[in-house]
């Protein structure tokens, strides 16, 4: 198992930057595929981004791709999302989440609130 505690969320103006932190306790932490997703105000959970257990392939969705960049410490047990050129829209609570399987996000955090303001 793995328990996951994000950090680093703020109100921000737009055009400016943040950088997320998601710490994972266990010793297995370069075992899991981590990701972030977020929910907006009466929207769905989405996708932002993800990383593989050695950090060497990234994936974005396509509405942060170019602005935000997801990495990896393995021999931290950290997780960061840096996200340059906020945007109103991107306005939401980010969750830090974790995959074992290969098959299904199954440890999630409490969630962190981002919000940018115009």
């Known amino acids: 198992q793995v328990q996951l505690v994000e950090s680093g969320g703020g109100l921000v103006q737009a055009g400016g930057s943040l950088r997320l932190s998601c710490a994972a306790s266990g010793r297995t932490f370069s075992s899991y595929a981590m990701g972030w997703f977020r929910q907006a105000p009466g929207k769905e959970r989405e996708f932002v981004a993800a990383?593989?257990?050695?950090?060497?392939?990234?994936y974005y969705a396509d509405s942060v791709k170019g602005r935000f960049t997801i990495s990896r410490d393995n021999a931290k047990n950290t997780v960061i999302l840096q996200m340059n050129s906020l945007k109103p829209e991107d306005t939401a609570v980010y969750y830090c989440?974790?995959?074992?399987?290969?098959?299904?996000?199954?440890?999630w955090g409490q969630g962190t609130l981002v919000t940018v303001s115009s």
């Open positions: 989440t974790a995959d074992h399987t290969g098959a299904t996000w199954g440890y």
């Open positions: 990383i593989d257990r050695s950090g060497g392939t990234l």
